[in-house]
Structures are given as C-alpha cells and as structure tokens.
C-alpha cells in the first residue's frame, strides 16, 4: 500500500480530491439510479447490521403480535377470521422432495466412501478441513449441532461442545461473545435465540462484514421454518434436535454461503436488475398487474432470473426488503427442481414478516426462457387462481415477444467496463441507495480468474469496511496498492467501488470516476427500475 | 435424512467434589482409572459413541467441578441437558445428603419443562471400599421418592457396573429425546402445511 487518502465524514460529497485537483462537481440531479419511487426497503447493510448487534442484547427482536404484516394483509381483505389449517403444498413439491432424498442419498455414500470410520477427532486433525478459508456452524442454544458448512455436523460434537461452552460463559455475566480474533482467525458469534451460529474465517472479511453474513444464514433458517416456531420448539423443548426440521435445508444454506463469498448483492444490501429496455420492462410489469391486480391478497409478483431482478410489483403498502429478495433469489437458484414443475411453496421473508408464511407460487415462465415468475400471497388456498394468472401473464408476454426479450438480455445484457470509456477503469460496483439497485460490469482481465476475482472481491470488502467503519467512517477512500488503485466513494445517493490501473493518476482516477457516474446516469433506465409499479 | 445423522445425547454429571464424576467418566470413555485426585477446574467433556437399540448415538459427557467456587460454565450451559447423572460416594453419607440440593439447583438451572419426567440417574460410587456409610436400601429410598430414578452402585476403579450405568443413561436420553416429535403444531396463525409435517415425520422415525 503505497497511499492512501481518506476523507471524513467532514469531507463533501462531490470529488475535490485533497492536492488541489479541481473536478466537475457532480450535480445532485446528475446522480444515476436515484428515484423518488421506492420498491425496495433502502438500507444501508451495516446499520442494519448493527441494529442485529443492538438486538442481541435486547433478547431479539419482540415476536409482533397481532400487527404483522401478514395479519394485516389478512385482515384488511379477508375481512373474516377463518384461518383452518390448510394443504399448502399442494402434489407438486412431492417431486422435489424425492429429488432432494436422492441427491443426498448420492452424497452420503460418497463421504461415506470416503471416511466410514473418521471419528470427530480426525477431523480436526484434517489440515484440509481445517484450512478451509470459511468455516459456518449452527448450533441450538444448548449445543446441539445443526449444520456446519464443511464436513458432517455430527462427525463435529466436541467443537460444538466448546462453542456452547463459550457462548454460555459469557451469557452467564449478562454479556454476548462476539469475535475472538487470533492471529489471521476470527471466529464470529452471532447469537440469535435458540440458534447460535459461528463463523470462523482468515478470508479478508471484517468482523462486521461476518456477522452479516450469520444473519443472512439465519434469515435463511428462519425462511424455512419462521422464527416462532423456531422459538416455539425451543420452549417446549430445549434439548431439541432442530435438525428434524430442517431436513433438506443444507442445500440452500450451502448455496447461500457459496454465494455470500462472491456476490455483491450482498454486501452491499442491494439487488441488480437484469438491464433490459425499457419498453420490454414496461409491459412485462404491466402484464403482471393487468392479470394480477384483481387477485386478493397478493403481496407480490416478481420476474427473476440468475439473481437478476426483471420486474416487481407490489401491494401498495408494502416494500420488499433486499435481503428477503435474496432468500429468493437463493431458493430459486438452489431448487433445480422448479425448473420442472409448477410449485407452490410457504415461504417465510424475514423482514416482511418473521413469525408467518407467505405462499408462493413459483414457476418457470417457459420451457423456453430462463426467467423465473414468483407471486406471493397470505392466502394459502389461492393455487389455482395464481396457477391461472401465471398462464395468462406468459401467453401475453409470448404475444408481445417479452420471451424473447428476456432471453436476448439474459444473453446480451451484460457489458464491459469498456462501455464506458474509461481507459484505466478495471472494475466497479455501483449502488444506488434510494432504490437498493447495484451495477457491476462482467469481469475482463486481468480478472477473468477465479482467483483474481476472489482477490478482488477481497478489495472491495476491504474497501466496503473501511468506509463503513463504525469508528470512523469515511466519505471517500483512495488506495494505491501494488496491483491496483481502489477508489471507494459513499454519498447520500449512492456507493461506488471501483478499481483502477494501479498506476493511473489522482487527477486520472477522478477523471474517471466522474465519466463513469454519467456513464452509468445515461443507461440508467435499462440497468435500474426506477419506477414502483402496484398492484 | 436426520435418522442417518447421529444423535447427540448431552449427559451433565454433578455430585460432590470428591464422589468420583472425572473417574467415572474416565473409566466409561477411556477404560481407565487413576487413584489420584485432581479437583476438576471448570468444567470437562468427553464424548463417546454408543449403540442404543440398534442406533448410534454420540454421548458428550460434561463432568463438572464439585467445588462450587469452579462452577463457571454459566447457567445457560446445563439448559438443554439429555440426562442428568446425580453421583455420590457409598462411603460419604454428607456426598449422599448433597444429592437434593444438585438435584434442585440442577432442575431450577437447567429449567427443563417436564421437571417431573426429566431423566435422572443415580450412581452410588466406590463401592469396592470397605467402609461403606450409605445403604443400599436408603439409597432406593431416596430414588423412589424422585419418581423411580434409576439407581446403580459403581466402582470407577473395579469398571463395576459403569458400562451398564451409561447405557441406560444413554438409552432414557434418548427415549425422552425422541418423544418430542409427536405434537409439533405451528401455533402460527398461518400455518404449515400437511406436506411438510409428513416431511418431519418421515425424518424422525
């Protein structure tokens, strides 16, 4: 690290770099991906997670009672109050459960194959286990393992037994463990009740940037079964193997934490649309309300493909938070099964509603596109309605060639930081903070390896950390390493993270980052959705 | 899925400082037994892997410190406890008049829901020493009136009765710890669905 320049929370937000270097002050209005219409809950990932942090103490946050989102749906459409207990997967899901049995049925044997007789002690002789760079476990409250992300959770008691121990410890003086740090190891807590989860990493990640991740894994969890059950189950027994529940979620907890290693959306609390004409945006929204809008308690419909957004519209009193688009985005691409049959789900979203279902009906549009169509409603006898709502949206998005649209861009879409015209621009990421959107360019060399994108990331992460730092938190970051010049740049519109010829020139970098923020103005509406459409 | 997964039984021994809980333990876990006395810091577990009717289970032992000036592992700790082993020394009356109070301190700490049912056992050590002070019967007594606790009378030395005393330990563990998956409803207004409680059901067996 040969410079590096920060500026503070005094600094302006416009680029007028510390020696002088005066730049075109960037307009307010000139900011790209600013919207006053709003779909997604706007959050700063940290404070978020910082909320996370301030709750623990609390003892969580307080099961909602009666005012859950849920409920109210419920109750402003139903009007009545019969809620008997319901079919809610109707046949479908019968498929991907014989499907999800196979598949671990092949991969037990495998491991099996591999270490019939390995006791819990070999594995933590294993250097291969134990130099794995992440390491995730959950564990109940009173120690009972759950999931770990290498390995075999049962192959691993005597690890669980030391991590209750220490959580234990020091609950008994009204404290909550955080982060032991030792040497290049943090080993992060994150203790939710009745779940304790447990990062141990020598990745870059900051403690902050892990503990975030535990939520996301424990915003999964909660997906799957809903926190009061979860809190349920733990009341009535404490020395409940919670592993009986979530049979068959390793699938989308592995995915998950695959993912967090390397996308984005993630760390910086936001989603990324996949960028589109408007115009073929347009009356892809306006489909799904033209079919939907009559459909009582629906919450929301949203198009998806490869963790791209392409539409979503909402009931009108309600926001989709990032990170339950996530989880969605995650069991959809950890669910090779839908891909073969219309499904209808419970799905919980934690921050729409943690202690209830939504139901979702989730297909594919077509055999012949890749894109994904979830809608969600309170209302679990409402298959077939939606079954028939799905039908029409895909005949007329077929009609108005949408289909084909959506394939095009799935296969086109992505650009090149070359687009901009920026010579000496490598890479960036750029959220807007109004609407919750990112854009990112493909990677091009010299990160077109999988390990130079990992190091990137790495950087970015690095960079993420140090604007964000609750200490000191900065405005502008500047860093000139060996390998590049990292620029991080936080105002109230947006993020930027971009990397840089390690070479360029102060001036140059602003130069750049300046051409890039029109760049990015100018395509605006084909990479954000900058309108809230409701049903 | 889960019936393949190897269940875990957590086994908490309390007793007097000096009734043998670390031999015991020993002598169950590793075979082997040693005359001299080292005051358990803390606490200490071993694990070990039995059969119990045909499954697997994996018994974390937790032996803690007699001396209540070493309880330091915090309340939160013997929450979620399988089985509770109460030990005393045959030749220790006081040892066997303390078994009230770990009993009490035990169900108050640990809080366990059904405090009536919870899996107790009994063990009354050393008894290869010839200065016996607590009988037999008094010891049945004092089990019977607990709700017919499981009692043994063991040598950690002599291995007497020690792999009998932890099999029925493991095996009332995890009799209790598989009766909870009978009525697990979702008080949740909104609830699951028929499909997924097939699911459980079908893990549990």
Excluded at chain 1, 182 to 211: E, M, R, W, Y
Excluded at chain 1, 225 to 234: E, H, K, N
Excluded at chain 2, 22 to 36: D, E, G
Aim: proline content about 3%; aromatic content about 8%; some cysteine.
């Amino acid at each position: 690290m040969a410079e590096q320049v920060e500026v503070g929370v005094a600094g302006k937000s416009s680029l007028n770099c510390t020696d002088g270097d005066v730049v075109t002050d960037v307009l307010k209005d000139d900011t790209p991906g600013v919207s006053g219409e709003v779909m997604l809950v706007n959050t700063d990932s940290f404070e978020e997670c910082n909320h996370d942090l301030d709750t623990q103490f609390s003892g969580g946050e307080e099961i909602s009672g009666p005012d859950s989102p849920i409920r109210k749906v419920q109750r402003e459409q139903d009007g009545s109050n019969e809620l008997a207990v319901g079919i809610s997967n109707v046949s479908l899901n019968h498929e991907e459960e014989e499907k999800t049995e196979s598949e671990e049925t092949v991969l037990d044997a495998n491991e099996e194959e591999e270490d019939e007789e390995s006791t819990d002690e070999e594995y933590l002789k294993s250097s291969e286990w134990i130099l794995k760079e992440k390491h995730v476990f959950i564990l109940s409250e009173s120690g009972k393992p759950i999931y770990t992300r290498h390995g075999k959770e049962d192959r691993l008691v005597t690890l669980f037994g030391v991590m209750q121990a220490l959580v234990s410890f020091v609950a008994d003086n009204d404290d909550v463990i955080r982060c032991i740090v030792a040497g290049n190891h943090k080993f992060v807590f994150l203790v939710k009740s009745p779940l304790i989860l447990v990062a141990v990493s020598h990745t870059v990640a900051s403690v902050p940037q892990l503990i975030m991740q535990l939520t996301y894994v424990h915003n999964q969890i909660v997906s799957v079964l809903t926190a009061s059950a979860l809190t349920r189950m733990f009341e009535k027994r404490r020395n409940y193997d919670f592993r009986h529940l979530l049979g068959g979620t390793e699938r989308l907890l592995d995915h998950l934490l695959n993912l967090l290693d390397s996308h984005p959306s993630f760390l910086l609390g936001a989603i990324q649309c996949l960028p589109l004409n408007c115009s073929v945006r347009d009356t892809i929204t306006n489909t799904i309300i033209q079919y939907c809008s009559k459909i009582k308690n629906l919450v929301f419909g949203l198009i998806i493909c490869q963790n791209q957004l392409i539409s979503l519209v909402r009931m009108k009193k309600f926001l989709l938070h990032p990170a339950d688009l996530h989880l969605l985005f995650n069991l959809v691409n950890a669910t090779e099964s839908l891909k073969t049959s219309e499904n209808w789900m419970p799905i919980c979203l934690p921050k729409f509603d943690p202690n209830g279902y939504l139901y979702g009906h989730v297909s594919y549009l077509a055999d012949d596109c890749e894109a994904c169509l979830l809608l969600l409603t309170v209302d679990k006898e409402q298959f077939f309605t939606l079954s028939e709502a799905k039908q029409k949206i895909v005949d007329r998005l077929r009609r108005h060639h949408c289909l084909e649209g959506i394939n095009v861009a799935i296969r086109s879409s992505a650009y090149t930081v070359r687009a901009v015209g920026a010579p000496e621009l490598r890479h960036f990421l750029y959220k807007s903070k109004t609407t919750a959107q990112f854009t990112c360019p493909e990677f091009t060399p010299p990160y077109h390896t999988d390990e130079e994108q990992k190091r990137l990331y790495g950087m970015y992460q690095l960079i993420h950390h140090r604007v964000h730092s609750a200490s000191r938190p900065l405005k502008m970051v500047y860093m000139v390493m060996d390998t590049e010049t990292l620029v991080g740049w936080v105002t109230k519109e947006f993020e930027l993270y971009a990397a840089l010829e390690p070479l360029v020139t102060k001036s140059n970098a602003i130069v750049f980052v300046n051409k890039l923020l029109r760049w990015i103005k100018n395509e605006e509406n084909k990479l954000f959705i900058l309108n809230s459409p409701t049903f | 899925m889960a019936s393949r997964k190897k269940i875990l039984l957590k086994v908490i021994i309390l007793g007097d400082s000096g009734v043998g809980k670390t031999s015991l333990m020993n002598q169950f876990v590793n075979k082997k037994f040693s005359n001299q006395y080292k005051a358990t810091i803390g606490a200490d577990f071993l694990t070990k892997e039995v059969m119990v009717d045909d499954r697997l289970v994996t018994m974390q032992i937790w032996d803690t410190a007699g001396q209540e000036r070493f309880q330091s592992l915090g309340v939160a700790f013997y929450r979620g406890a399988d089985c509770c082993v109460l030990c005393y020394d045959v030749t220790s009356p006081n040892s066997f008049k303390s078994l009230d109070s770990w009993r009490d301190e035990f169900l108050i700490q640990a809080s366990p829901r059904d405090p009536d049912h919870f899996p107790f056992v009994v063990l009354g050590n050393k008894i290869d020493l010839e200065n016996r002070a607590v009988s037999t019967k008094r010891a049945q007594q004092w089990c019977h009136s607990k709700n017919e606790v499981p009692y043994f009378e063991t040598s950690a030395k002599e291995a007497i009765n020690v792999e009998l005393a932890f099999q029925t330990i493991a095996r009332n563990a995890l009799a209790q710890e598989s009766e909870v998956d009978i009525g697990h409803e979702f008080p949740d207004q909104i609830k699951l669905s028929n499909d997924n409680k097939a699911k459980q059901d079908a893990c549990s067996c």
